[in-house]
């Protein structure tokens, strides 16, 4: 039996997961704490209409880096367990108690380049070359009771019924390229729009559709004592009568496994191994060398805000409308439908022959034997990917293909006090990210005396299950942001923001909103 039944799994998300570091990558869900933060270029990220009180230039790479690690019941230490303890972590009960039927797992991250953003009449530009990165897996509870239950006891795979379907992982990065401008229509509508020239760097979508075992066998302890010619000993009658009963305990045994699954790759570097003998895909294995642009695709982000009145302000905003077009070449695809394996008791039970018991037996369960062991080897890997298992045949990819960007919906109301130098508000956004969307609900709370100074306090309810808070400071040209503080292992949601910029133009009085 397999030592670490995640390994293989693992490895594949571990090795996506350096592919996205090799490219800097990024895409995280934008700093809703900055939303109401006036003095803030950052808030464009999440709606371009929100135009701050000063043009800006971000300093190269470091000037808005995102990074954002999340899940629907997992947390922080459990993560860490998964990678650092692929064998023992899901034997655990109180791992076990916090799981969730589904439990997703989205790691985000997001670098400028460069960007820069300046005024021009009651127009604002702002121009970005950014590097974006989603990573996204589902991970079912049934699996971690499979391998909870497989771990020591190898007769349980001998009496089991297991459907372990279900498991996901989806990969997104790539390169932006974006032009933007907001306009103030009058003293109280403001509308802005950025488009989005997109560098494929790489796409994976792997589903695990269908892996289903159900078993009822003899253990080898019974099958040798039946084998055994001590067993046969007796008289004719007693020996018709253990055929009878051994021809009747036939029937009733069983062994099934099935098994579906789809790749869909585009990254160049990434080979699909094959074995010699063995026409389905044995290994992984990424070349960074080779890495390059694998398509081409294109996104748009629409927004806008409206003072209802002097002091309440609501705004919306679509973020991420696009797609990009992988290419051909770069492409691969693999299916797995292997024929299932069905062992049938009736089959064995019908080779036993009452005339000529022993010998009959001893055929049947010789065949019986070798069909087992078969299975055996095969389940008791208990590996999720196991390549033997799943035999993912590569197919030729016909055409490109396209993949969806993670669009975002933002919807936001603020109410100011003392000049708006004091202000709260309420944000809702949907990021339709795979294989769920994340639905999120923030409070803030917003001090801004100053365009170099301000302040915002926030707690979203959802995401990190009501036990986090989020805090935004901007001092001068450093900012530095979160929305899930990390507050001990139990943490599900936990992200970090730093940007550094050289603030330049002001907004004209004239043209200023209220």
Same mark, same amino acid.
Request: include cysteine.
């Given at each position: 039996?397999?030592?670490?039944?995640?390994?293989?799994?693992?490895?594949?998300?571990?090795?996506?997961?350096?592919?996205?570091?090799?490219?800097?990558?990024?895409?995280?869900?934008?700093?809703?704490?900055?939303?109401?933060?006036?003095?803030?270029?950052?808030?464009?990220?999440?709606?371009?209409?929100?135009?701050?009180?000063?043009?800006?230039?971000?300093?190269?790479?470091?000037?808005?880096?995102?990074?954002?690690?999340?899940? @629907?019941?997992?947390?922080?230490?459990?993560?860490?367990?998964?990678?650092?303890?692929?064998?023992?972590?899901?034997?655990?009960?109180?791992?076990?108690?916090?799981?969730?039927?589904?439990?997703?797992? %989205?790691?985000?991250?997001?670098?400028?380049?460069?960007?820069?953003?300046?005024?021009?009449?009651? %127009?604002?530009?702002?121009?970005?070359?950014?590097?974006?990165?989603?990573?996204?897996?589902?991970?079912?509870?049934?699996?971690?009771?499979?391998?909870?239950?497989?771990?020591?006891?190898?007769?349980?795979?001998?009496?089991?019924?297991?459907?372990?379907?279900?498991?996901?992982?989806?990969?997104?990065?790539?390169?932006?390229?974006?032009?933007?401008?907001?306009?103030?229509?009058?003293?109280?509508?403001?509308?802005?729009?950025?488009?989005?020239?997109?560098?494929?760097?790489?796409?994976?979508?792997?589903?695990?559709?269908?892996?289903?075992?159900?078993?009822?066998?003899?253990?080898?302890?019974?099958?040798?004592?039946?084998?055994?010619?001590?067993?046969?000993?007796?008289?004719?009658?007693?020996?018709?009568?253990?055929?009878?009963?051994?021809?009747?305990?036939?029937?009733?045994?069983?062994?099934?496994?099935?098994?579906?699954?789809?790749?869909?790759?585009?990254?160049?570097?990434?080979?699909?191994?094959?074995?010699?003998?063995?026409?389905?895909?044995?290994?992984?294995?990424?070349?960074?060398?080779?890495?390059?642009?694998?398509?081409?695709?294109?996104?748009?982000?629409?927004?806008?805000?409206?003072?209802?009145?002097?002091?309440?302000?609501?705004?919306?905003?679509?973020?991420?409308?696009?797609?990009?077009?992988?290419?051909?070449?770069?492409?691969?695809?693999?299916?797995?439908?292997?024929?299932?394996?069905?062992?049938?008791?009736?089959?064995?039970?019908?080779?036993?022959?009452?005339?000529?018991?022993?010998?009959?037996?001893?055929?049947?369960?010789?065949?019986?034997? %070798?069909?087992?062991?078969?299975?055996?080897?095969?389940?008791?890997?208990?590996?999720?990917?196991?390549?033997?298992?799943?035999?993912?045949?590569?197919?030729?990819?016909?055409?490109?293909?396209?993949?969806?960007?993670?669009?975002?919906?933002?919807?936001?109301?603020?109410?100011?006090?003392?000049?708006?130098?004091?202000?709260?508000?309420?944000?809702? @956004?949907?990021?339709?990210?795979?294989?769920?969307?994340?639905?999120?609900?923030?409070?803030?709370?917003?001090?801004?005396?100053?365009?170099?100074?301000?302040?915002?306090?926030?707690?979203?309810?959802?995401?990190?299950?009501?036990?986090?808070?989020?805090?935004?400071?901007?001092?001068?040209?450093?900012?530095?942001?979160?929305?899930?503080?990390?507050?001990?292992?139990?943490?599900?949601?936990?992200?970090?923001?730093?940007?550094?910029?050289?603030?330049?133009?002001?907004?004209?009085?004239?043209?200023?909103?209220?």
């Amino acid at each position: 039996m397999a030592t670490n039944k995640l390994l293989s799994f693992m490895k594949l998300i571990g090795m996506t997961f350096i592919m996205t570091i090799i490219t800097l990558p990024a895409n995280a869900q934008f700093l809703r704490t900055s939303y109401f933060m006036e003095g803030t270029h950052y808030r464009q990220q999440l709606n371009p209409a929100l135009t701050p009180t000063k043009g800006f230039i971000n300093l190269p790479v470091i000037g808005a880096v995102n990074a954002t690690v999340g899940s @629907t019941s997992l947390g922080y230490q459990d993560i860490i367990d998964i990678i650092d303890d692929g064998d023992d972590f899901y034997t655990k009960p109180d791992f076990m108690n916090r799981l969730k039927d589904n439990n997703t797992l %989205n790691v985000n991250f997001s670098t400028e380049i460069l960007s820069a953003g300046w005024y021009k009449g009651k %127009n604002f530009w702002s121009f970005n070359i950014g590097l974006r990165t989603d990573i996204g897996a589902n991970l079912t509870k049934s699996m971690f009771t499979f391998l909870n239950q497989m771990e020591t006891i190898e007769d349980n795979w001998r009496n089991s019924n297991y459907d372990i379907s279900g498991q996901q992982l989806n990969i997104n990065a790539y390169t932006e390229i974006g032009l933007g401008l907001s306009r103030q229509i009058n003293s109280r509508l403001t509308v802005g729009a950025r488009v989005k020239a997109l560098l494929g760097i790489g796409n994976m979508e792997l589903k695990l559709n269908r892996i289903a075992m159900s078993a009822n066998l003899p253990t080898d302890q019974q099958i040798n004592e039946w084998s055994n010619d001590s067993y046969w000993s007796g008289s004719l009658g007693e020996i018709e009568t253990k055929a009878k009963d051994l021809k009747a305990k036939f029937d009733n045994y069983h062994a099934n496994l099935t098994v579906g699954a789809e790749l869909k790759s585009s990254f160049k570097g990434l080979e699909l191994k094959e074995e010699e003998g063995k026409d389905y895909v044995t290994d992984f294995d990424f070349d960074s060398g080779n890495l390059g642009i694998a398509g081409y695709g294109f996104g748009i982000d629409l927004g806008a805000s409206y003072k209802i009145l002097d002091n309440l302000t609501v705004s919306a905003s679509i973020l991420d409308l696009g797609f990009i077009s992988w290419s051909k070449s770069s492409t691969k695809i693999a299916s797995a439908n292997p024929d299932p394996i069905n062992i049938k008791g009736s089959t064995y039970a019908d080779m036993i022959n009452i005339t000529d018991p022993q010998n009959s037996v001893k055929g049947a369960l010789n065949q019986l034997q %070798n069909d087992t062991e078969n299975y055996m080897d095969l389940v008791t890997q208990g590996d999720v990917l196991n390549y033997d298992m799943l035999q993912l045949e590569v197919g030729e990819a016909k055409e490109s293909r396209k993949s969806r960007l993670a669009s975002t919906l933002v919807l936001g109301a603020e109410y100011g006090f003392f000049n708006n130098k004091l202000a709260v508000g309420v944000l809702s @956004t949907t990021r339709f990210v795979q294989p769920d969307a994340l639905t999120e609900l923030t409070l803030s709370a917003n001090y801004r005396p100053k365009s170099w100074f301000n302040v915002a306090l926030s707690y979203s309810a959802i995401q990190s299950a009501g036990k986090s808070f989020g805090l935004g400071l901007k001092l001068g040209p450093i900012f530095l942001g979160t929305d899930y503080m990390f507050l001990g292992k139990n943490s599900n949601s936990v992200n970090g923001f730093i940007g550094v910029s050289i603030p330049l133009n002001k907004r004209k009085a004239c043209c200023k909103q209220g």
